[in-house]
């Protein structure tokens, strides 16, 4: 039995272990895939205080990682698929195993949403991508287009003009909801077309992208424009459906807290992209996971 499970290991988890283990709880990580979560998509971090000029995403999550392991948090590899209370104790069923704990903290994060329109699905992998990291080598002397008018976009947008012979940054408003400093960076280069006003309607090719139809939603004009690839950017989905019903959630599927990170059971918390916030940056998601972390211990004290 642990004190204490951690759900997701992301910066917010990775943060919550650090706690929970200078607070002598004995606790697991468990994450499905690598550790880093949604931000090992982003090859830096650039608005992570202490380190000007940005830092890179892998080493911040190895610092991260060490930081656990010397506290001796056990991390395991493993897929969650549901929390079960049960007189005061919680199981927490993966896929291959199960675990019991006093207390739990999901920091299961989210993943990019999709646009859901015709050609997405047939062309994931040949063209459609939502990961410029991942995928930008692939594209190198192409046209590209860029879906969405967030940091997310706007950030990826300026990465992917490393390999990309044009991009073409196509957003539904006139207005940018990117930050100052991103748009002044996007403004500035030469690769980058805006489309304002656009969205796209039907991603084009058989076997891989060729090309983007896309709508003016100001005089509903439409025009089919070719391109190699389509990344799509347009904000993030909660991965809480493995909680069902267990915990209050938002219409959009996440976690309602308090400002202590309290689901609405007591003795599970919830930090980080998961739970419903203003601000999702690596930042507030480790401030997020102390938090809860800080609060698991007491509860678990008071018990
Ligand atoms: P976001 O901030 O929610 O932006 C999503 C963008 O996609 C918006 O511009 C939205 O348009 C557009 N959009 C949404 N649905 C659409 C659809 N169906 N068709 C076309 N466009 C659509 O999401 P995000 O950029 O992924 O960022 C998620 C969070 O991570 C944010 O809190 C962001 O600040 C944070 N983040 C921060 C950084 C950084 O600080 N460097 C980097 C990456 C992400 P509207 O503007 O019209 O709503």
């Not at 979560?37 to 982003?42: A, F, K, N, T, W």
């Not at 610092?63 to 927490?92: C, H, N, W, Y």
């Not at 938002?250 to 400002?259: A, K, N, Q, S, W």
């Amino acid at each position: 039995m642990y004190d204490l499970i951690i759900i997701g290991g992301g910066p917010a988890g990775l943060t919550a272990a650090l706690y929970a283990g200078r607070s002598r709880l004995r606790t697991l990580l468990i994450e499905k895939m690598a550790l880093g979560g949604q931000i090992i998509l982003s090859p830096t971090i650039e608005n992570y205080p202490g380190f000007p000029g940005g830092i890179d995403t892998h080493e911040l999550i190895s610092a991260m990682r060490r930081q656990s392991e010397e506290l001796s948090i056990e991390i395991k590899t493993e897929d969650s698929v549901g929390i079960i209370p049960q007189g005061g104790i919680f199981k927490v069923k993966g896929r291959e195993e199960e675990f019991e704990a006093k207390a739990v903290i999901v920091t299961s994060g989210a993943f990019p949403k999709k646009l859901n329109i015709p050609g997405e699905d047939k062309l994931i992998a040949r063209g459609v991508s939502y990961c410029g990291t991942c995928d930008g080598p692939l594209f190198k002397n192409k046209e590209i287009f860029v879906v969405g008018g967030g940091d997310k976009a706007v950030e990826e947008a300026i990465y992917l003009t490393r390999f990309a012979a044009k991009v073409r940054l196509i957003h539904r408003r006139d207005q940018l909801r990117a930050s100052k400093i991103l748009q002044e960076r996007l403004f500035e280069n030469k690769k980058v077309e805006i489309l304002w006003n656009t969205v796209p309607l039907e991603i084009l090719g058989e076997k891989a992208v060729e090309g983007l139809k896309i709508r003016n939603v100001k005089d509903a004009s439409q025009k089919d424009i070719t391109a190699g690839g389509v990344f799509v950017f347009i904000g993030i989905h909660p991965n809480t459906e493995f909680l069902g019903n267990l915990v209050k959630k938002d219409e959009g599927g996440f976690v309602l807290t308090d400002e202590d990170m309290n689901t609405s059971v007591e003795g599970i918390f919830a930090a980080g992209d998961c739970r419903r916030k203003t601000l999702t940056q690596v930042i507030t998601a480790c401030s997020d996971g102390a938090i809860a972390a800080f609060n698991a211990n007491r509860y678990l004290e008071t018990k």
